[in-house]
């Protein structure tokens, strides 16, 4: 047997780089790939979200997390316009939605805005909420609270923001105050423009004469 060359230094060196360069490679596609696989997969979740909607409506979040079969959001917010060309806003503390395909998101820590073409606006905050996209619904539960640049204040267990229709709706004790004064009531319904403000079942009503009119 032929006795075998020892390898030159400046060859043997060359070769060591190279073994470190691969080496490195493979550390580094070990944590990319599955972060690229993330990203694909975000992105194919979150579509459905943009693509069902209509233009000028955004979803922005900060953070993917305990990334699973669901999709769990960050600080999501949707920013967007209804059919009346109302802005809105809807932003979480976090969110997920159970199914690749479905039409609910589920909200915790919810604050909401919309204001209206006539610089009418409501603001909203709720600890627990359900978006339905398709439906363009916001149902808000806990301690829901309603404010309005009219004066107006509403507070209740369980209220119902419908985008579509501009309005908030409510079938659950309710209590609150305007510029009358103050009122309670079994349910309520309100436009967001400040149009009108209906109190149903076993209302209870202080007015402020002074203010009555």
């Known amino acids: 047997m032929a006795p075998q060359r020892a390898l030159p230094d400046s060859l043997s060196h060359r070769s060591f780089e190279a073994v470190e360069r691969y080496a490195r490679f493979v550390r580094q596609m070990k944590i990319g790939l599955p972060a690229v ?13 943009f693509s069902k909607r209509e233009p000028g409506f955004t979803l ?4 993917l997390k305990d990334f699973d079969d669901t999709l769990r959001m960050e600080q999501p917010r949707f920013v967007g316009a209804d059919s009346h060309n109302r802005l809105f ?14 039409e609910e998101i589920f909200l ?8 209206s073409e006539g ?6 905050d709720a600890p627990t909420g359900v978006f339905r996209q398709h439906d363009e619904v916001l149902e808000l539960s806990g301690q829901v609270n309603v404010f309005s640049n009219l004066g107006y204040e509403i507070h209740g267990r369980q209220l119902r923001l419908d985008l579509k229709e501009g309005v908030v709706v409510s079938e ?14 079994g349910g309520l319904d ?13 209302v209870k ?4 004469p002074q203010n009555a009119q």
């Open 119 to 124: 610089d009418s606006w409501i603001a909203l």
């Open 108 to 115: 915790d820590t919810i604050v909401a805005d919309v204001k």
């Open 60 to 63: 922005a979040f900060s953070e």
């Open 172 to 185: 659950r004790t309710v209590f609150g105050q305007g510029p009358f004064g103050v009122f309670e009531a």
């Open 89 to 102: 806003a809807i932003e979480a503390q976090s969110a997920y939605q159970p199914a690749l395909n479905d």
């Open 190 to 202: 309100t436009d967001v423009d400040g149009a009108f403000l209906r109190l149903h079942s076993g």
């Open 37 to 49: 696989a993330i990203v694909i997969t975000a992105v194919i979740l979150i579509w459905p979200l």
């Open 205 to 208: 009503m202080t007015v402020y």
